[in-house]
């Protein structure tokens, strides 16, 4: 799965110099300019709902509390009810970091930078062969992360689709591939889907991811791996300081 991951992590966190967008048609250049980077020290209050293959847990997340201390489990009633990835998953959102890769379960929620709002690093992906589609939608080629091999090795394999709501803002953002693939010999990827979806909320200064998804489905090394995950968002409270 971790040919997957990193290419999942670098569309999410990573791309190469953004491009000019007033190339692009409207309204999606105008959509293209509506993030917005969160100060670090920026308060966050969300509820959170992980849908992992057949389980799934409910979280609300305080920033104001302590590192380590952000989370709290709304459903099931205890954390003995958890099993798998979805335990494992647990335990990091409640292990403080000790350094600065972020790398817990703070930043599966807030994402890089900007914390849940569309942010200019999620808008550099939409860089390439960017197209009018009949549905009223766009279609773009994913621009991923120069530097890393196994993204690189996934991109040409990647098409993309977004939507621009009626209140000018980038609605939903959908990452796939249109067909099995092999991105190395010792590897083949019968299915890849990521899926963001953004609303915009008054008095909040950018569009906020409300639901992530992510199905996965490849073969590596003789055995096969499944995955299918989901975030949704809600209740979203956001404080500068």
């Given at each position: ?215 996965v489905d490849v073969s590596a090394l003789f055995q096969r791996q499944q995955q299918n995950v989901r975030f949704d968002f809600s209740d979203v409270e956001y404080v500068e300081p």
């Amino acid at each position: 799965m971790r040919i997957i991951a990193a290419a999942a992590a670098a569309l999410i966190v990573s791309a190469t110099a953004f491009s000019d967008t007033s190339t692009y048609p409207q309204p999606l250049a105008d959509a293209l300019t509506l993030g917005y980077d969160a100060p670090d020290d920026a308060v966050w209050r969300f509820n959170m709902r992980v849908s992992m293959n057949d389980d799934a847990m409910e979280l609300r997340f305080d920033g104001a509390q302590a590192d380590g201390e952000e989370w709290t489990l709304i459903s099931p009633a205890s954390p003995d009810s958890l099993s798998g990835e979805l335990a494992d998953m647990w335990v990091d959102m409640n292990t403080p970091d000790d350094d600065d890769d972020g790398d817990n379960g703070r930043s599966i929620s807030l994402g890089s930078g900007g914390g849940l709002f569309f942010t200019a690093e999620t808008a550099r992906m939409i860089t390439g062969s960017v197209e009018r589609t009949s549905g009223g939608g766009y279609s773009f080629s994913p621009d991923l992360d120069p530097d890393s091999d196994e993204a690189d090795s996934m991109a040409e394999h990647l098409s993309g689709e977004l939507s621009v709501a009626t209140a000018g803002h980038i609605e939903r953002i959908r990452i796939f591939a249109p067909v099995s693939f092999k991105p190395n010999p010792a590897a083949r990827v019968h299915e890849f889907e990521m899926v963001m979806d953004f609303q915009r909320f008054e008095g909040l200064p950018a569009p906020v991811m409300t639901s992530m998804s992510t199905v996965v489905d490849v073969s590596a090394l003789f055995q096969r791996q499944q995955q299918n995950v989901r975030f949704d968002f809600s209740d979203v409270e956001y404080v500068e300081p």
